[in-house]
């Protein structure tokens, strides 16, 4: 997989815990925005590198008929969303 | 009473470092460990010193505290990031809780060192040693930076064993180890000898720290007074300093000051800017509560000659105009005419604030402290910029200047242990 880091819109469902989950999100590409759902979630993983709070889904997306494998990363300190690795 | 045991932990080039994971964790490719790379300031704004540098830019010679434009001279295609102090306090803060799992007993000691006590933890941890490799690689892991790790019985010799030998080191210095661990290295490798003392020691042939330790405490008292005796002790490896949670330094005096964009060349600016300075110092002295009894003014000149001037006041205030009337009186006093670089104003002589002894020939006072409180709360709520004075208007300058976060939230080491 490869790094990707751009920015998304998302709309995610929050637990009463407050652990987010991905359902949809929204990426631009070349102007045209795409909309993709998040089929299944893999694993979920924390990180604090830096002290910072990251949580990352390894997700499973239908695009275009194939099945894709990709990455988001959600920071709670700014509530951005990230695609991460595709 | 069994022997201390005293861990210092110290994070590796903390601030480059810290930033450096920073943009890895935000996807960017580049680690800046790697290349050449140093935190200063803005060479623009002429806040160009280097802060830290990575180990590939120490290569070049580079040295911390050289100015960022004599560094790209050596190195072209240095790479040089601005720093960030909310992300050092957050990275501080997730080392310290980091530390706080191997004992209740942690003291911030900077902004990138902590002292650990492990007296007595070995019982629920186990062997000293092994439990700083873990530490070591626990902070590698989750928060992505190295940290060099000292044992010993005291914080003074814990301090001078994690300083040894750099990135990701763990080292022992126990006192039967200084003869062959400590004792060669120069002089000025000691914790308390700086510019100031080490030509001293070298003029009397104290060139080595094993020099220093077995030199004659009271020849060194003749020359460094009763430091000398502070600086033999520290040689021989004694120092009793209990690791202090919590730890506040009570507050002496408050001050600011900036360097200043372009070269102040005229009273009205220069009035302006000191004017800057006095509203963070204001500011400041009403929150801890103290009223300030002497204000000093600070003038670097553009040939870097600095000169500064204080004077008591007939009576303790917090107002940001009496201090700021002061500060500029000050300042024409001293002030040569010569183009003006940098500034700065400090308070000291503090009391509470509990009880004001009021001036027969003020004017209301009450009334310039209501206003001061208020523009105090619409600052804090709104942000600085809320609220201005007019005269601050088309000046290009802040209006309120310097102090990137206070001290009392920002640890600056000391020279005490």
Redo the contacts between chains.
């Keep these: 997989m490869k790094?990707?880091?751009k920015p998304i819109e998302v709309i995610a469902s929050f637990n009463l815990n407050g652990m987010p989950t991905p359902l949809k999100f929204k990426i631009r590409e070349n102007d045209f925005p795409v909309v993709i759902n998040v089929e299944h979630i893999s694993f979920r993983s924390e990180?604090?590198?830096?002290?910072?709070k990251?949580i990352t889904f390894r997700c499973q997306s239908t695009v275009k008929g194939l099945l894709k494998v990709f990455e988001l990363k959600f920071e709670p300190g700014t509530g951005k969303w990230?695609l991460?690795k595709i | 009473m069994s022997r201390r045991l005293i861990f210092h932990v110290d994070a590796n080039s903390a601030y480059l470092s810290?930033e450096a994971?920073?943009r890895?964790?935000?996807?960017?490719?580049l680690d800046l460990r790697t290349v050449p790379a140093v935190v200063g300031g803005n060479p623009e704004t002429r806040h160009g010193i280097v802060l830290t540098k990575s180990i590939p830019a120490k290569k070049y010679g580079i040295v911390t505290g050289e100015s960022v434009f004599s560094a790209r001279a050596k190195c072209p295609e240095l790479i040089i990031v601005p720093p960030d102090y909310y992300?050092y306090m957050?990275?501080?803060?997730?080392?310290g809780d980091m530390l706080r799992e191997y004992s209740p007993l942690v003291e911030q000691y900077s902004i990138d060192e902590y002292f650990l006590d492990y007296t007595g933890m070995a019982k629920a941890l186990g062997d000293p040693l092994a439990t700083a490799y873990r530490l070591k690689e626990q902070i590698k892991q989750?928060?992505?930076?190295t940290v060099n790790v000292g044992i010993s019985s005291n914080k003074f010799l814990a301090k001078m064993g994690a300083e040894l030998k750099k990135p990701d080191m763990v080292h022992t210095l126990f006192p039967e180890e200084m003869p062959y661990k400590m004792w060669p290295l120069p002089v000025e490798k000691l914790f308390g000898v700086g510019r100031a003392t080490a030509p001293k020691l070298k003029e009397r042939g104290i060139l080595t720290i094993g020099d220093l330790a077995s030199a004659d405490p009271r020849h060194l008292k003749l020359f460094l007074k009763s430091y000398g005796y502070l600086l033999w002790n520290f040689a021989n490896g004694r120092d009793e300093s209990p690791v202090r949670p919590n730890r506040r330094v009570l507050i002496k005096g408050i001050g600011n000051s900036a360097t200043i964009p372009f070269d102040v060349t005229d009273r009205q600016t220069a009035r302006l800017v000191l004017l800057s300075l006095v509203e963070n110092v204001g500011a400041r002295l009403r929150r801890a509560e103290y009223l300030a009894g002497l204000v000093s003014v600070s003038i670097r000149n553009n040939k870097f000659y600095s000169y500064s001037h204080q004077r008591k006041l007939s009576t303790p205030t917090d107002s940001t105009n009496k201090i700021h009337e002061t500060a500029c009186r000050l300042f024409n006093e001293i002030w040569h005419q010569e183009p003006i670089r940098h500034l700065g104003v400090r308070v000291a002589e503090l009391c509470t604030n509990s009880l004001l002894q009021t001036n027969i020939f003020e004017e209301n006072i009450e009334k310039q402290r209501a206003m001061d409180r208020a523009v105090d709360e619409i600052r804090s709520r709104y942000g600085l910029k809320s609220v201005m004075r007019a005269s601050f208007l088309h000046s290009g300058l802040n209006c309120v200047a310097g102090g990137t976060v206070t001290e009392e939230e920002y640890p600056v080491m000391s020279s005490l242990l």
């Excluded at chain 1, 990180?47 to 910072?52: F, H, M, Q």
């Excluded at chain 2, 890895?24 to 490719?29: F, I, R, T, V, W």
């Excluded at chain 2, 989750?142 to 930076?145: H, I, N, P, S, T």
Aim: proline letters at 0%; charged letters at 20%.
């Design positions: 790094v990707i880091m990180e604090k590198l830096a002290g910072n990251m990230f991460f | 810290w994971v920073r890895l964790q935000h996807g960017d490719k992300l957050q990275c501080s803060k997730a080392f989750e928060l992505g930076f």
